[in-house]
């Protein structure tokens, strides 16, 4: 691996000079040329991380979220940023539109800022994530997804998902349609799904039929306006909130009843589905708590004090209007 003392030795100048014209300084064109053309030939890349070490941290935090419309985040940003600014800490957030890529690429951007730590909403953990979270030597935690060896405070998914599927089979339906999101999502796309359908194996008879849609709200209204009409399920049990508020929508437009022809029920305990009409049974998550345990857990890793790995936060069935009794 090519050093700066490397590079130095090539140019005949002192490492100094080179520091110097990696980060920008002056030095003279003659030797900017140089140092261009050896660079170049050599593939350097300058550790800008291990420097970051030893530079000054600033008292920022950097948050990164999945999209900016995001119901859940956003809920977990209000505690957060209330819970640092009252510990003198600065919330810096930065958008991913829910782009594992760019998430890897914020958590280097976060670093090179100088935050002290990073709190991560990701849609999914990488390898790149965990090379990224390595390399950066920044305290990070994962906010609503886990992996081994990494901080996380994460919903119990799995719970949620088996108490959402026996309400509904107690209801007495036996043919279900699940909206579920991409698998790769380990959180919403795997473990809620799972609950879901070991609590429906539990009732005799019950079938469940599934298809992947997205978090975003218009992409999920448009493929329930195609999906809706063929559905011979009584009850649809959606991934998210948005998404069963964008299936509400498509019934609407459709003029399908709810709860008369299909019953609707979904996750997260938005605000707005109490609002709608018919309101919507949902499993109501602690989002606010998170970010409470979020601003908590990481001052304790800023002061050197060991947390738990992982932190499991509980979650509530709220019956609403969108369900009833099948007969």
Same mark, same amino acid.
């Given at each position: 691996?090519?050093?700066?003392?490397?590079?130095?030795?090539?140019?005949?100048?002192?490492?100094?000079?080179?520091?110097?014209?990696?980060?920008?300084?002056?030095?003279?064109?003659?030797?900017?040329?140089?140092?261009?053309?050896?660079?170049?030939?050599?593939?350097? #890349?300058?550790?800008?991380?291990?420097?970051?070490?030893?530079?000054?941290?600033?008292?920022?935090?950097?948050?990164?979220?999945?999209?900016?419309?995001?119901?859940?985040?956003?809920?977990?940003?209000?505690?957060?940023?209330?819970?640092?600014?009252?510990?003198?800490?600065?919330?810096?957030?930065?958008?991913?539109?829910?782009?594992?890529?760019?998430?890897?690429?914020?958590?280097?951007?976060?670093?090179?800022?100088?935050?002290?730590?990073?709190?991560?909403?990701?849609?999914?953990?990488?390898?790149?994530?965990?090379?990224?979270?390595?390399?950066?030597?920044?305290?990070?935690?994962?906010?609503?997804?886990?992996?081994?060896?990494?901080?996380?405070? #994460?919903?119990?998914?799995?719970?949620?998902?088996?108490?959402?599927?026996?309400?509904?089979?107690?209801?007495?339906?036996?043919?279900?349609?699940?909206?579920?999101?991409?698998?790769?999502?380990?959180?919403?796309?795997?473990?809620?799904?799972?609950?879901?359908?070991?609590?429906?194996?539990?009732?005799?008879?019950?079938?469940?039929?599934?298809?992947?849609?997205?978090?975003?709200?218009?992409?999920?209204?448009?493929?329930?306006?195609?999906?809706?009409?063929?559905?011979?399920?009584?009850?649809?049990?959606?991934?998210?909130?948005?998404?069963?508020?964008?299936?509400?929508?498509?019934?609407?437009?459709?003029?399908?009843?709810?709860?008369? #022809?299909?019953?609707?029920?979904?996750?997260?305990?938005?605000?707005?589905?109490?609002?709608?009409?018919?309101?919507?049974?949902?499993?109501?998550?602690?989002?606010?708590?998170?970010?409470?345990?979020?601003?908590?857990?990481?001052?304790?890793?800023?002061?050197?004090?060991?947390?738990?790995?992982?932190?499991?936060?509980?979650?509530?069935?709220?019956?609403?209007?969108?369900?009833?009794?099948? #007969?």
């Amino acid at each position: 691996m090519v050093t700066i003392n490397d590079i130095a030795k090539q140019a005949g100048v002192a490492k100094s000079t080179v520091s110097r014209y990696l980060n920008g300084g002056s030095v003279s064109r003659k030797t900017k040329e140089k140092l261009d053309r050896i660079v170049a030939e050599t593939g350097y #890349v300058p550790n800008t991380f291990a420097q970051s070490l030893k530079a000054k941290k600033t008292n920022m935090i950097g948050t990164i979220i999945p999209r900016l419309d995001s119901y859940s985040a956003n809920e977990a940003l209000f505690s957060i940023d209330e819970g640092l600014r009252k510990r003198n800490f600065q919330l810096l957030i930065t958008n991913t539109n829910q782009t594992p890529d760019r998430e890897v690429e914020s958590i280097y951007s976060l670093a090179r800022q100088k935050v002290a730590g990073i709190l991560l909403f990701a849609t999914v953990v990488t390898e790149a994530h965990k090379k990224a979270i390595a390399d950066v030597g920044v305290p990070v935690i994962l906010l609503g997804q886990q992996a081994e060896g990494l901080y996380s405070i #994460v919903h119990d998914e799995y719970k949620a998902g088996f108490k959402l599927g026996k309400y509904a089979t107690s209801l007495g339906h036996k043919q279900f349609f699940y909206f579920n999101v991409f698998e790769a999502d380990v959180a919403v796309g795997q473990l809620r799904k799972k609950g879901v359908v070991d609590a429906l194996k539990e009732s005799p008879d019950s079938t469940i039929e599934m298809m992947e849609t997205s978090f975003s709200f218009e992409a999920a209204y448009q493929q329930a306006l195609k999906v809706l009409p063929t559905i011979k399920a009584t009850y649809l049990i959606c991934a998210t909130d948005n998404i069963a508020l964008a299936v509400l929508k498509a019934t609407h437009q459709l003029k399908i009843a709810i709860p008369d #022809v299909f019953s609707l029920s979904g996750f997260g305990g938005y605000q707005i589905t109490s609002v709608v009409s018919p309101t919507i049974t949902t499993v109501k998550y602690a989002y606010q708590e998170l970010g409470e345990m979020a601003v908590k857990n990481m001052l304790l890793l800023l002061e050197g004090s060991d947390i738990p790995e992982k932190t499991v936060l509980s979650n509530e069935l709220i019956v609403n209007e969108s369900t009833k009794r099948h #007969v």
